[in-house]
């Protein structure tokens, strides 16, 4: 029996995406999916570089989001895990590509 399904995003050729940037898209994927949020933490990483780096986690009531940047290197790799309904697939790569300008390269694991 499968516990969920895991979606992973590996985001390359970004746009340089900020944090603030990030944290948007979180809360779109979020309110397109029709997801519950319990709690959100975002961390900048202290950087000399002229856009930080990020990560940025959003407890779901049906597990999590979240999401890393590596400005540096035009990277930011995205996770969602849920044990409810899984999300449409076309929602949710619009809203990353909407949002980080890149190209996601997308792979699902059913956990369990």
């Known amino acids: ?17 900020s944090p603030e ?6 809360t779109a994927l ?9 709690h959100r933490h975002m961390f900048t990483h ?3 570089q002229p856009i930080p780096g990020c990560s940025c986690v959003v407890i779901l009531a049906d597990s999590h989001i ?10 930011i790799c995205i996770d969602l895990f849920t044990c ?12 990353i590509v909407d949002y980080t300008g890149g190209k996601p390269k ?3 694991v059913r956990r369990g």
């Open 66 to 75: 979240a999401a890393h940047s590596w400005p540096e290197e035009d990277a």
């Open 106 to 108: 997308a792979s699902v």
């Open 84 to 95: 409810g309904t899984p999300p449409n697939l076309k929602i949710l790569k619009g809203v």
């Open 1 to 17: 029996m499968a516990l969920g399904k895991h979606f992973l995003f590996d985001v390359s050729v970004c746009a340089r995406v």
């Open 30 to 38: 979020v309110s397109q999916l029709g997801l519950t949020e319990l």
């Open 21 to 26: 940037l990030i944290n948007h898209m979180m």
């Open 46 to 48: 202290p950087t000399p």
